[in-house]
Protein backbone atom coordinates (compact mmCIF):
# COMPACT_ATOMS: atom_id res chain seq x y z
CA UNK A 1 0.00 0.00 0.00
CA UNK A 2 1.34 3.52 -0.30
CA UNK A 3 2.38 5.54 2.19
CA UNK A 4 -0.78 8.24 2.64
CA UNK A 5 1.69 10.74 3.79
CA UNK A 6 3.41 10.96 0.67
CA UNK A 7 0.21 10.56 -1.14
CA UNK A 8 -1.01 13.89 0.53
CA UNK A 9 2.22 15.60 -0.78
CA UNK A 10 2.13 14.04 -4.31
CA UNK A 11 -1.83 15.58 -4.29
CA UNK A 12 -0.89 18.84 -3.30
CA UNK A 13 2.14 19.50 -5.29
CA UNK A 14 -0.04 18.45 -8.42
CA UNK A 15 -2.97 21.05 -6.68
CA UNK A 16 -0.34 23.73 -6.72
CA UNK A 17 1.24 23.40 -10.04
CA UNK A 18 -2.59 23.89 -11.30
CA UNK A 19 -2.84 26.68 -9.33
CA UNK A 20 0.33 28.45 -10.10
CA UNK A 21 -0.46 27.65 -14.24
CA UNK A 22 -4.29 29.42 -13.09
CA UNK A 23 -2.32 32.23 -11.57
CA UNK A 24 -0.27 32.88 -14.45
CA UNK A 25 -3.15 32.98 -16.71
CA UNK A 26 -4.72 35.86 -14.70
CA UNK A 27 -1.68 38.41 -15.06
CA UNK A 28 -1.34 37.78 -18.63
CA UNK A 29 -4.59 37.73 -20.30
CA UNK A 30 -6.54 40.17 -22.00
CA UNK A 31 -10.35 40.17 -21.13
CA UNK A 32 -11.41 40.70 -17.74
CA UNK A 33 -13.51 37.68 -17.61
CA UNK A 34 -9.99 36.31 -16.93
CA UNK A 35 -8.12 39.02 -15.41
CA UNK A 36 -10.13 39.76 -13.11
CA UNK A 37 -13.59 37.49 -12.83
CA UNK A 38 -11.16 34.13 -13.16
CA UNK A 39 -13.83 32.25 -15.05
CA UNK A 40 -11.21 29.04 -15.89
CA UNK A 41 -9.77 26.06 -14.35
CA UNK A 42 -6.62 23.90 -15.31
CA UNK A 43 -6.17 20.47 -14.69
CA UNK A 44 -3.48 17.27 -15.35
CA UNK A 45 -4.40 14.45 -16.81
CA UNK A 46 -3.29 10.71 -16.69
CA UNK A 47 -2.14 9.51 -19.92
CA UNK A 48 -5.76 7.73 -20.48
CA UNK A 49 -7.03 11.48 -20.30
CA UNK A 50 -8.33 10.74 -16.10
CA UNK A 51 -8.35 13.38 -14.32
CA UNK A 52 -5.12 13.42 -11.51
CA UNK A 53 -5.76 17.45 -9.80
CA UNK A 54 -7.34 20.37 -10.86
CA UNK A 55 -6.51 24.22 -9.63
CA UNK A 56 -10.20 25.21 -7.52
CA UNK A 57 -10.67 28.01 -9.44
CA UNK A 58 -14.29 27.14 -11.15
CA UNK A 59 -16.04 24.27 -9.73
CA UNK A 60 -18.55 24.83 -12.52
CA UNK A 61 -15.90 23.17 -14.77
CA UNK A 62 -15.63 19.86 -12.85
CA UNK A 63 -17.63 17.89 -15.37
CA UNK A 64 -15.46 19.16 -18.46
CA UNK A 65 -12.27 18.13 -16.27
CA UNK A 66 -13.71 14.80 -15.88
CA UNK A 67 -14.99 14.26 -19.14
CA UNK A 68 -13.68 16.39 -22.19
CA UNK A 69 -9.93 15.48 -21.72
CA UNK A 70 -10.70 12.15 -22.53
CA UNK A 71 -13.27 12.49 -24.57
CA UNK A 72 -10.76 14.84 -26.80
CA UNK A 73 -7.98 12.13 -26.44
CA UNK A 74 -10.28 9.14 -27.42
CA UNK A 75 -11.20 11.46 -30.53
CA UNK A 76 -8.06 12.51 -31.99
CA UNK A 77 -5.96 9.20 -30.86
CA UNK A 78 -3.57 9.61 -28.00
CA UNK A 79 -0.66 9.12 -30.31
CA UNK A 80 -1.72 12.62 -32.60
CA UNK A 81 -0.40 14.24 -29.40
CA UNK A 82 3.11 15.38 -30.33
CA UNK A 83 5.58 17.57 -27.61
CA UNK A 84 4.70 20.80 -28.08
CA UNK A 85 1.28 20.38 -29.32
CA UNK A 86 -2.06 21.54 -28.23
CA UNK A 87 -5.40 20.96 -28.94
CA UNK A 88 -8.89 23.21 -28.71
CA UNK A 89 -11.60 21.99 -28.76
CA UNK A 90 -15.69 23.69 -27.11
CA UNK A 91 -18.14 21.43 -29.01
CA UNK A 92 -20.77 20.38 -26.21
CA UNK A 93 -21.42 17.47 -28.26
CA UNK A 94 -18.08 16.47 -27.55
CA UNK A 95 -17.80 16.97 -23.99
CA UNK A 96 -17.81 20.43 -23.68
CA UNK A 97 -19.84 22.85 -21.75
CA UNK A 98 -21.12 25.79 -23.87
CA UNK A 99 -19.41 26.89 -26.25
CA UNK A 100 -17.58 29.92 -24.51
CA UNK A 101 -15.32 27.47 -22.73
CA UNK A 102 -12.61 26.11 -24.63
CA UNK A 103 -10.33 23.32 -23.63
CA UNK A 104 -6.73 23.35 -24.53
CA UNK A 105 -4.62 20.14 -24.19
CA UNK A 106 -1.31 19.36 -24.26
CA UNK A 107 0.81 16.14 -23.55
CA UNK A 108 3.57 15.85 -21.31
CA UNK A 109 6.68 14.28 -21.95
CA UNK A 110 9.05 12.74 -19.74
CA UNK A 111 12.45 11.10 -20.54
CA UNK A 112 11.07 10.79 -24.24
CA UNK A 113 7.71 8.83 -23.45
CA UNK A 114 4.20 10.58 -22.73
CA UNK A 115 3.78 10.78 -19.43
CA UNK A 116 -0.02 12.00 -19.56
CA UNK A 117 -1.73 15.54 -20.54
CA UNK A 118 -1.94 19.52 -19.50
CA UNK A 119 -5.54 21.37 -19.70
CA UNK A 120 -7.43 24.31 -19.13
CA UNK A 121 -10.72 25.13 -19.27
CA UNK A 122 -11.62 28.85 -20.03
CA UNK A 123 -14.68 31.12 -21.05
CA UNK A 124 -13.70 33.20 -23.85
CA UNK A 125 -15.64 36.45 -23.87
CA UNK A 126 -16.69 36.29 -27.16
CA UNK A 127 -16.80 33.81 -29.79
CA UNK A 128 -19.15 35.65 -32.70
CA UNK A 129 -22.81 33.84 -32.88
CA UNK A 130 -25.88 36.06 -33.30
CA UNK A 131 -25.19 38.27 -30.17
CA UNK A 132 -22.19 40.28 -29.39
CA UNK A 133 -20.79 38.45 -26.28
CA UNK A 134 -21.85 34.92 -27.69
CA UNK A 135 -24.65 34.95 -25.02
CA UNK A 136 -27.61 34.74 -27.45
CA UNK A 137 -30.97 34.28 -25.08
CA UNK A 138 -32.77 33.71 -28.87
CA UNK A 139 -30.50 31.04 -30.12
CA UNK A 140 -32.91 28.32 -31.48
CA UNK A 141 -29.77 26.00 -32.25
CA UNK A 142 -26.41 25.91 -31.64
CA UNK A 143 -25.05 27.17 -35.01
CA UNK A 144 -26.15 30.72 -33.48
CA UNK A 145 -24.38 30.26 -30.45
CA UNK A 146 -20.52 30.86 -31.84
CA UNK A 147 -18.27 29.21 -33.49
CA UNK A 148 -17.83 25.82 -33.02
CA UNK A 149 -14.89 23.78 -33.02
CA UNK A 150 -14.21 19.90 -32.45
CA UNK A 151 -10.42 18.67 -31.33
CA UNK A 152 -8.13 20.65 -34.32
CA UNK A 153 -4.81 21.72 -33.27
CA UNK A 154 -3.98 25.08 -32.15
CA UNK A 155 -0.20 24.37 -31.84
CA UNK A 156 1.53 21.80 -33.53
CA UNK A 157 5.49 21.07 -32.50
CA UNK A 158 5.49 24.55 -29.97
CA UNK A 159 4.50 26.38 -33.55
CA UNK A 160 0.98 28.02 -33.73
CA UNK A 161 -1.21 26.75 -36.58
CA UNK A 162 -2.42 29.66 -38.75
CA UNK A 163 -5.09 27.92 -40.15
CA UNK A 164 -6.78 27.16 -37.28
CA UNK A 165 -5.90 30.53 -35.52
CA UNK A 166 -7.28 32.46 -39.04
CA UNK A 167 -10.46 30.74 -38.64
CA UNK A 168 -10.87 31.87 -34.87
CA UNK A 169 -10.00 35.70 -36.01
CA UNK A 170 -12.57 36.03 -38.38
CA UNK A 171 -15.13 34.56 -36.88
CA UNK A 172 -14.80 36.00 -33.11
CA UNK A 173 -15.80 40.31 -32.85
CA UNK A 174 -12.82 40.76 -30.74
CA UNK A 175 -10.00 38.97 -32.61
CA UNK A 176 -7.27 40.95 -30.53
CA UNK A 177 -8.54 39.91 -27.47
CA UNK A 178 -9.10 35.86 -28.37
CA UNK A 179 -5.25 36.31 -29.81
CA UNK A 180 -4.45 37.50 -26.39
CA UNK A 181 -6.34 35.31 -23.67
CA UNK A 182 -5.43 32.17 -25.89
CA UNK A 183 -1.54 32.74 -25.83
CA UNK A 184 -2.28 33.56 -21.34
CA UNK A 185 -3.65 29.81 -21.72
CA UNK A 186 -0.78 28.33 -23.69
CA UNK A 187 1.95 30.40 -21.77
CA UNK A 188 0.49 28.56 -18.32
CA UNK A 189 0.26 25.30 -19.87
CA UNK A 190 4.08 25.58 -20.92
CA UNK A 191 4.90 27.13 -17.00
CA UNK A 192 2.90 23.75 -16.58
CA UNK A 193 5.09 21.58 -17.90
CA UNK A 194 8.13 22.81 -16.69
CA UNK A 195 7.00 22.19 -12.87
CA UNK A 196 5.38 18.41 -14.06
CA UNK A 197 9.45 18.14 -15.08
CA UNK A 198 10.64 19.13 -11.72
CA UNK A 199 8.05 17.11 -9.77
CA UNK A 200 9.18 13.92 -11.88
CA UNK A 201 12.95 14.52 -11.58
CA UNK A 202 12.22 15.07 -7.49
CA UNK A 203 10.27 11.56 -7.03
CA UNK A 204 10.90 9.61 -10.35
CA UNK A 205 8.89 8.14 -12.87
CA UNK A 206 8.05 4.75 -11.58
CA UNK A 207 7.22 6.48 -8.16
CA UNK A 208 4.77 8.65 -9.33
CA UNK A 209 3.70 5.79 -11.86
CA UNK A 210 2.88 3.59 -9.07
CA UNK A 211 1.29 6.55 -6.74
CA UNK A 212 -1.53 7.93 -9.23
CA UNK A 213 -3.69 4.64 -9.36
CA UNK A 214 -2.86 4.77 -5.22
CA UNK A 215 -4.61 8.83 -5.40
CA UNK A 216 -7.45 7.56 -7.22
CA UNK A 217 -8.34 4.36 -4.99
CA UNK A 218 -7.42 6.92 -2.18
CA UNK A 219 -10.13 9.37 -3.01
CA UNK A 220 -12.44 6.33 -3.83
CA UNK A 221 -12.31 5.15 -0.46
CA UNK A 222 -12.82 8.40 1.37
CA UNK A 223 -16.27 8.83 -0.93
CA UNK A 224 -17.55 5.25 -0.06
CA UNK A 225 -16.90 5.84 3.37
CA UNK A 226 -18.74 9.27 3.27
CA UNK A 227 -22.13 7.95 1.40
CA UNK A 228 -22.24 4.74 3.30
CA UNK A 229 -22.77 6.68 6.41
CA UNK A 230 -25.61 8.01 5.34
CA UNK A 231 -29.32 5.61 5.40
CA UNK A 232 -29.91 4.12 2.35
CA UNK A 233 -33.40 5.35 0.53
CA UNK A 234 -34.77 7.12 -2.31
CA UNK A 235 -35.24 10.90 -1.96
CA UNK A 236 -36.81 13.18 -4.42
CA UNK A 237 -37.35 16.53 -5.29
CA UNK A 238 -37.94 19.22 -8.31
CA UNK A 239 -37.00 22.93 -9.14
CA UNK A 240 -37.62 24.86 -12.49
CA UNK A 241 -36.06 27.40 -14.94
CA UNK A 242 -38.91 30.08 -15.40
CA UNK A 243 -38.60 29.82 -19.24
CA UNK A 244 -36.38 29.44 -21.54
CA UNK A 245 -36.92 32.88 -23.72
CA UNK A 246 -39.75 31.75 -26.27
CA UNK A 247 -42.33 29.77 -24.36
CA UNK A 248 -43.57 31.41 -21.12
CA UNK A 249 -43.91 28.20 -19.26
CA UNK A 250 -41.31 26.68 -16.52
CA UNK A 251 -39.01 24.08 -17.38
CA UNK A 252 -38.63 21.18 -14.57
CA UNK A 253 -35.70 19.21 -13.30
CA UNK A 254 -36.93 16.72 -11.48
CA UNK A 255 -34.17 14.11 -9.50
CA UNK A 256 -34.51 10.65 -7.84
CA UNK A 257 -31.17 10.74 -6.14
CA UNK A 258 -30.86 6.41 -4.59
CA UNK A 259 -28.12 5.95 -1.45
CA UNK A 260 -27.19 2.43 -1.89
CA UNK A 261 -24.68 1.12 0.22
CA UNK A 262 -21.86 2.73 -0.66
CA UNK A 263 -22.93 4.54 -3.91
CA UNK A 264 -25.47 7.28 -4.97
CA UNK A 265 -27.56 6.98 -8.18
CA UNK A 266 -28.95 10.29 -9.10
CA UNK A 267 -31.41 9.90 -11.90
CA UNK A 268 -33.08 12.37 -13.52
CA UNK A 269 -35.44 10.72 -16.13
CA UNK A 270 -38.14 12.64 -15.13
CA UNK A 271 -36.83 15.75 -16.34
CA UNK A 272 -38.76 17.75 -18.65
CA UNK A 273 -37.48 17.38 -22.38
CA UNK A 274 -35.39 20.33 -23.76
CA UNK A 275 -36.21 23.61 -24.40
CA UNK A 276 -36.10 25.41 -27.71
CA UNK A 277 -34.22 27.72 -25.90
CA UNK A 278 -30.42 28.46 -24.55
CA UNK A 279 -31.33 26.95 -21.05
CA UNK A 280 -30.51 23.07 -21.85
CA UNK A 281 -27.17 21.51 -20.16
CA UNK A 282 -25.53 19.10 -22.14
CA UNK A 283 -24.15 15.81 -19.83
CA UNK A 284 -21.03 17.54 -18.34
CA UNK A 285 -23.14 20.23 -17.01
CA UNK A 286 -25.45 18.73 -15.36
CA UNK A 287 -22.42 16.06 -14.29
CA UNK A 288 -20.66 19.26 -12.90
CA UNK A 289 -23.94 20.34 -11.26
CA UNK A 290 -24.64 17.00 -9.36
CA UNK A 291 -21.08 16.38 -7.89
CA UNK A 292 -20.71 19.87 -6.88
CA UNK A 293 -23.96 19.53 -5.26
CA UNK A 294 -22.78 16.43 -3.33
CA UNK A 295 -19.36 17.68 -2.41
CA UNK A 296 -20.89 20.25 -0.56
CA UNK A 297 -22.66 18.15 1.75
CA UNK A 298 -20.58 14.22 1.81
CA UNK A 299 -16.56 14.17 1.18
CA UNK A 300 -16.26 17.80 1.15
CA UNK A 301 -12.32 17.14 2.42
CA UNK A 302 -11.93 14.15 0.27
CA UNK A 303 -9.13 14.88 -3.00
CA UNK A 304 -10.88 15.80 -5.87
CA UNK A 305 -9.33 12.93 -9.05
CA UNK A 306 -11.08 10.62 -11.17
CA UNK A 307 -11.10 8.18 -8.03
CA UNK A 308 -13.67 10.50 -6.08
CA UNK A 309 -16.46 10.09 -8.89
CA UNK A 310 -16.46 6.17 -9.02
CA UNK A 311 -19.22 5.61 -6.30
CA UNK A 312 -21.27 8.13 -8.14
CA UNK A 313 -23.56 7.20 -11.10
CA UNK A 314 -25.66 9.79 -12.93
CA UNK A 315 -28.61 9.57 -15.45
CA UNK A 316 -29.20 11.99 -17.66
CA UNK A 317 -31.57 10.87 -20.81
CA UNK A 318 -30.81 12.58 -24.11
CA UNK A 319 -33.49 14.75 -25.60
CA UNK A 320 -34.25 16.40 -21.50
CA UNK A 321 -33.13 20.00 -20.53
CA UNK A 322 -30.63 18.01 -18.54
CA UNK A 323 -28.70 16.69 -21.42
CA UNK A 324 -29.45 18.40 -24.47
CA UNK A 325 -29.43 16.48 -27.64
CA UNK A 326 -27.66 18.15 -31.03
CA UNK A 327 -28.64 20.75 -32.22
CA UNK A 328 -30.95 21.99 -29.65
CA UNK A 329 -28.93 25.57 -27.92
CA UNK A 330 -27.19 24.86 -24.62
CA UNK A 331 -25.33 28.48 -23.95
CA UNK A 332 -27.61 29.11 -20.68
CA UNK A 333 -26.60 25.59 -19.14
CA UNK A 334 -24.04 26.02 -17.59
CA UNK A 335 -24.87 29.45 -15.65
CA UNK A 336 -28.36 28.72 -15.08
CA UNK A 337 -29.35 25.30 -15.07
CA UNK A 338 -26.51 24.03 -13.23
CA UNK A 339 -26.83 26.19 -9.85
CA UNK A 340 -30.43 25.59 -10.00
CA UNK A 341 -29.15 21.69 -9.97
CA UNK A 342 -26.77 22.09 -7.37
CA UNK A 343 -29.50 23.92 -4.93
CA UNK A 344 -31.64 20.80 -6.15
CA UNK A 345 -29.28 18.18 -5.09
CA UNK A 346 -27.94 20.14 -2.15
CA UNK A 347 -31.19 21.92 -0.30
CA UNK A 348 -33.69 20.20 -1.19
CA UNK A 349 -32.93 16.55 -1.57
CA UNK A 350 -29.69 16.00 0.89
CA UNK A 351 -31.63 18.39 3.18
CA UNK A 352 -33.97 15.33 3.70
CA UNK A 353 -31.37 13.34 4.92
CA UNK A 354 -28.58 15.78 6.55
CA UNK A 355 -30.48 19.20 6.96
CA UNK A 356 -27.64 20.54 9.61
CA UNK A 357 -25.01 20.20 6.41
CA UNK A 358 -27.19 21.92 3.74
CA UNK A 359 -28.47 25.47 3.02
CA UNK A 360 -31.49 27.44 1.76
CA UNK A 361 -31.08 28.45 -2.10
CA UNK A 362 -28.94 31.21 -3.73
CA UNK A 363 -30.24 33.41 -5.90
CA UNK A 364 -29.87 30.50 -8.84
CA UNK A 365 -28.79 32.73 -11.71
CA UNK A 366 -25.32 33.98 -12.53
CA UNK A 367 -27.07 37.31 -13.63
CA UNK A 368 -25.66 37.08 -17.69
CA UNK A 369 -25.06 40.42 -19.03
CA UNK A 370 -23.84 41.24 -22.08
CA UNK A 371 -22.72 43.87 -24.56
CA UNK A 372 -20.77 44.83 -27.25
CA UNK A 373 -20.68 47.80 -30.02
CA UNK A 374 -17.92 50.29 -31.25
CA UNK A 375 -16.01 52.12 -28.18
CA UNK A 376 -16.54 56.13 -29.05
CA UNK A 377 -13.20 56.67 -27.42
CA UNK A 378 -10.72 54.19 -29.49
CA UNK A 379 -13.06 54.18 -32.55
CA UNK A 380 -12.55 50.02 -31.76
CA UNK A 381 -14.99 46.90 -31.45
CA UNK A 382 -15.62 45.94 -27.94
CA UNK A 383 -17.55 42.75 -26.33
CA UNK A 384 -18.03 42.11 -22.46
CA UNK A 385 -19.57 38.97 -20.46
CA UNK A 386 -20.53 40.12 -17.11
CA UNK A 387 -21.82 38.05 -14.42
CA UNK A 388 -22.80 39.36 -11.25
CA UNK A 389 -22.96 38.56 -7.31
CA UNK A 390 -25.78 37.16 -5.70
CA UNK A 391 -26.99 36.05 -2.32
CA UNK A 392 -26.26 32.87 -1.34
CA UNK A 393 -28.57 31.00 1.26
CA UNK A 394 -28.49 30.86 5.26
CA UNK A 395 -27.13 27.82 6.86
CA UNK A 396 -27.03 26.53 10.22
CA UNK A 397 -24.73 28.31 11.31
CA UNK A 398 -23.34 31.46 9.55
CA UNK A 399 -25.62 33.90 7.35
CA UNK A 400 -25.18 33.60 3.26
CA UNK A 401 -22.75 35.00 1.47
CA UNK A 402 -23.41 39.14 0.38
CA UNK A 403 -23.03 39.34 -3.45
CA UNK A 404 -20.86 36.45 -4.36
CA UNK A 405 -20.99 34.77 -8.08
CA UNK A 406 -23.06 31.45 -8.00
CA UNK A 407 -21.94 28.68 -5.19
CA UNK A 408 -20.56 26.81 -8.79
CA UNK A 409 -17.91 29.45 -9.84
CA UNK A 410 -15.45 30.79 -7.93
CA UNK A 411 -15.31 33.69 -10.17
CA UNK A 412 -15.31 37.61 -9.03
CA UNK A 413 -16.85 40.41 -10.38
CA UNK A 414 -15.71 43.13 -12.69
CA UNK A 415 -14.52 46.18 -10.18
CA UNK A 416 -16.20 49.22 -11.81
CA UNK A 417 -12.79 51.06 -12.29
CA UNK A 418 -12.13 48.38 -14.97
CA UNK A 419 -15.90 48.09 -15.89
CA UNK A 420 -16.03 51.83 -16.51
CA UNK A 421 -12.65 52.73 -18.11
CA UNK A 422 -12.87 49.57 -20.69
CA UNK A 423 -16.48 49.91 -21.39
CA UNK A 424 -18.98 53.11 -22.10
CA UNK A 425 -21.03 53.01 -19.05
CA UNK A 426 -20.88 55.26 -16.10
CA UNK A 427 -22.40 53.61 -13.10
CA UNK A 428 -24.91 55.43 -10.73
CA UNK A 429 -25.68 52.40 -7.83
CA UNK A 430 -23.73 49.68 -7.16
CA UNK A 431 -24.65 48.58 -3.65
CA UNK A 432 -25.92 45.70 -1.17
CA UNK A 433 -29.44 45.19 -1.49
CA UNK A 434 -31.24 46.05 2.29
CA UNK A 435 -34.25 43.69 3.06
CA UNK A 436 -33.70 41.38 0.77
CA UNK A 437 -32.03 38.18 2.48
CA UNK A 438 -34.51 35.83 3.15
CA UNK A 439 -35.38 36.01 6.59
CA UNK A 440 -34.21 33.04 9.07
CA UNK A 441 -32.45 32.20 12.34
CA UNK A 442 -29.35 32.68 10.20
CA UNK A 443 -30.16 35.22 7.29
CA UNK A 444 -30.44 34.86 3.19
CA UNK A 445 -27.42 37.04 1.26
CA UNK A 446 -27.91 40.00 -0.14
CA UNK A 447 -27.89 40.47 -3.68
CA UNK A 448 -27.09 43.77 -5.72
CA UNK A 449 -28.25 46.79 -7.03
CA UNK A 450 -26.15 47.94 -10.15
CA UNK A 451 -27.81 51.23 -12.00
CA UNK A 452 -25.60 52.33 -15.19
CA UNK A 453 -26.08 54.54 -17.88
CA UNK A 454 -24.91 54.38 -21.43
CA UNK A 455 -21.98 56.61 -22.71
CA UNK A 456 -22.21 55.76 -25.92
CA UNK A 457 -24.14 56.72 -29.26
CA UNK A 458 -25.68 52.85 -29.48
CA UNK A 459 -24.47 49.91 -26.89
CA UNK A 460 -25.99 45.97 -28.33
CA UNK A 461 -27.19 44.32 -25.17
CA UNK A 462 -28.34 41.31 -24.22
CA UNK A 463 -28.98 39.27 -21.15
CA UNK A 464 -29.86 35.36 -19.63
CA UNK A 465 -31.02 35.45 -16.35
CA UNK A 466 -33.39 33.80 -13.90
CA UNK A 467 -35.58 33.92 -10.52
CA UNK A 468 -37.51 37.08 -11.50
CA UNK A 469 -41.19 34.94 -10.78
CA UNK A 470 -40.06 32.22 -8.09
CA UNK A 471 -38.65 33.53 -5.05
CA UNK A 472 -35.08 31.38 -3.85
CA UNK A 473 -36.73 29.02 -1.34
CA UNK A 474 -35.71 28.85 2.40
CA UNK A 475 -34.93 25.95 4.79
CA UNK A 476 -35.76 24.27 7.84
CA UNK A 477 -38.27 27.26 8.78
CA UNK A 478 -36.68 29.99 6.59
CA UNK A 479 -38.16 32.87 4.41
CA UNK A 480 -37.72 33.27 0.99
CA UNK A 481 -34.93 35.61 -0.53
CA UNK A 482 -35.25 39.12 -2.66
CA UNK A 483 -36.41 38.27 -6.82
CA UNK A 484 -34.26 39.33 -9.64
CA UNK A 485 -35.41 42.58 -11.36
CA UNK A 486 -33.93 43.29 -14.94
CA UNK A 487 -35.09 47.33 -15.95
CA UNK A 488 -34.49 49.45 -18.49
CA UNK A 489 -35.13 53.60 -18.44
CA UNK A 490 -34.94 55.23 -22.29
CA UNK A 491 -33.98 58.74 -22.15
CA UNK A 492 -36.35 61.15 -20.90
CA UNK A 493 -38.41 58.41 -19.34
CA UNK A 494 -39.25 58.90 -15.70
CA UNK A 495 -38.91 55.61 -14.17
CA UNK A 496 -37.52 51.82 -15.12
CA UNK A 497 -39.76 49.50 -17.09
CA UNK A 498 -39.40 45.87 -17.78
CA UNK A 499 -37.67 44.91 -21.04
CA UNK A 500 -40.90 43.30 -22.54
CA UNK A 501 -42.71 46.58 -22.21
CA UNK A 502 -40.24 48.83 -23.20
CA UNK A 503 -39.12 46.38 -26.22
CA UNK A 504 -41.59 44.09 -26.74
CA UNK A 505 -39.13 41.33 -25.60
CA UNK A 506 -40.75 37.62 -24.93
CA UNK A 507 -39.42 37.41 -21.70
CA UNK A 508 -37.68 39.93 -19.39
CA UNK A 509 -34.75 38.29 -18.62
CA UNK A 510 -33.56 36.22 -21.43
CA UNK A 511 -33.50 38.82 -24.76
CA UNK A 512 -30.43 39.64 -26.79
CA UNK A 513 -29.59 42.33 -29.35
CA UNK A 514 -31.60 44.93 -28.11
CA UNK A 515 -29.99 48.49 -28.98
CA UNK A 516 -29.82 51.11 -26.11
CA UNK A 517 -28.90 54.11 -27.01
CA UNK A 518 -26.93 57.68 -25.22
CA UNK A 519 -28.50 58.76 -21.89
CA UNK A 520 -30.34 54.89 -21.65
CA UNK A 521 -30.20 53.48 -18.67
CA UNK A 522 -30.03 49.63 -17.53
CA UNK A 523 -31.38 48.12 -13.57
CA UNK A 524 -30.13 45.02 -12.41
CA UNK A 525 -31.16 43.58 -9.04
CA UNK A 526 -29.77 40.35 -8.28
CA UNK A 527 -31.66 37.68 -6.24
CA UNK A 528 -30.65 37.19 -2.51
CA UNK A 529 -30.96 34.05 -0.95
CA UNK A 530 -32.99 32.02 1.36
CA UNK A 531 -33.20 32.04 4.89
CA UNK A 532 -32.18 28.93 7.43
CA UNK A 533 -34.53 28.35 10.09
CA UNK A 534 -37.21 30.01 11.65
CA UNK A 535 -36.64 34.31 11.93
CA UNK A 536 -38.03 34.47 15.36
CA UNK A 537 -34.90 32.30 16.21
CA UNK A 538 -32.39 34.51 15.01
CA UNK A 539 -30.43 36.40 17.98
CA UNK A 540 -31.63 39.89 19.17
CA UNK A 541 -28.38 41.27 19.07
CA UNK A 542 -27.46 40.02 15.44
CA UNK A 543 -30.87 41.42 14.11
CA UNK A 544 -30.02 45.06 15.76
CA UNK A 545 -26.35 44.59 13.85
CA UNK A 546 -28.17 43.92 10.99
CA UNK A 547 -30.22 47.40 11.42
CA UNK A 548 -27.21 49.60 12.07
CA UNK A 549 -25.34 48.09 9.27
CA UNK A 550 -28.11 48.62 6.91
CA UNK A 551 -28.47 45.32 5.96
CA UNK A 552 -32.00 45.07 7.49
CA UNK A 553 -34.43 47.85 8.11
CA UNK A 554 -35.98 48.53 11.36
CA UNK A 555 -39.85 47.70 9.84
CA UNK A 556 -38.25 44.61 8.33
CA UNK A 557 -36.49 43.71 11.50
CA UNK A 558 -40.00 44.25 13.29
CA UNK A 559 -42.34 42.20 10.75
CA UNK A 560 -40.03 39.55 9.81
CA UNK A 561 -38.05 38.50 12.82
CA UNK A 562 -40.25 40.03 16.02
CA UNK A 563 -37.33 42.63 17.18
CA UNK A 564 -38.50 46.14 17.75
CA UNK A 565 -35.70 48.65 17.54
CA UNK A 566 -36.45 52.28 18.68
CA UNK A 567 -35.43 55.31 16.46
CA UNK A 568 -32.00 55.77 18.77
CA UNK A 569 -31.19 52.35 17.43
CA UNK A 570 -31.40 50.28 20.97
CA UNK A 571 -33.85 47.52 21.52
CA UNK A 572 -37.25 47.48 23.40
CA UNK A 573 -36.41 43.97 24.79
CA UNK A 574 -40.33 44.09 26.54
CA UNK A 575 -42.02 44.53 23.32
CA UNK A 576 -39.69 41.94 21.54
CA UNK A 577 -39.96 39.55 23.84
CA UNK A 578 -43.86 39.76 23.09
CA UNK A 579 -43.43 39.99 19.34
CA UNK A 580 -41.43 36.99 19.41
CA UNK A 581 -43.71 34.82 21.43
CA UNK A 582 -46.65 35.65 19.43
CA UNK A 583 -44.43 34.73 16.14
CA UNK A 584 -43.28 31.29 17.81
CA UNK A 585 -46.98 30.53 18.43
CA UNK A 586 -48.97 31.92 15.20
CA UNK A 587 -45.99 30.34 12.93
CA UNK A 588 -43.64 27.89 15.46
Known amino acids: MADPVFLKILHSQFVNICEEMAVAMMRTAYSPIFSEGLDFSFLILDENGDLI??????????????????????????????????????????????????????????????????????????????????????A??????????????????GKHVQETWRIMMANHRTPDHTWGDFNAMIGALSIGQRRLEALYEEHGVEQIAAAVPALFDYAEAWMRRDIAQLPDGIYSAEDCQEDDGFADRPYFIRCDL???GDRVIVDYSRSDEQARGVINGPYVVTASATY??????????????????????IIAPAGTVVNVR????????????????????????LSQIVPDRCAAACGGTSCNFLFGGIHPRTGHYYAHYNFEGIGWGGRRLTDGNDAQIVPHGNCQNTPLEIFETRYPWVHSEYRLNPDGGGPGRTRGGLGITRVMTVEADEI???????????????????????????????????????????????????FSNVRLQRGDAVLLRSPSGGGYGPPWERPVERVARDV????????????DYGVVIETDGSVDEAATGTLRREMADELG
Open 53 to 138: AMANMNPAMLGQALFSGRWVIDDVGADAFEPGDVIVHNDPYRGGSHMPEHLLVTPFFFDGERRGFLGTVGHVAEIGGMAPGSFSSN
Open 140 to 157: TEIYQEGLRLPPVKLVRG
Open 258 to 260: TIK
Open 292 to 313: NGLFQVIGSECPINVGAFRPID
Open 326 to 349: HPGPCVGGQTELQPRILDLIQGKI
Open 460 to 510: VVSALCDRSRVSPWGLAGGGTGERLAFLVKRNGDSEFRPFPEAFGTISPTK
Open 548 to 559: ESGFVSAARARE
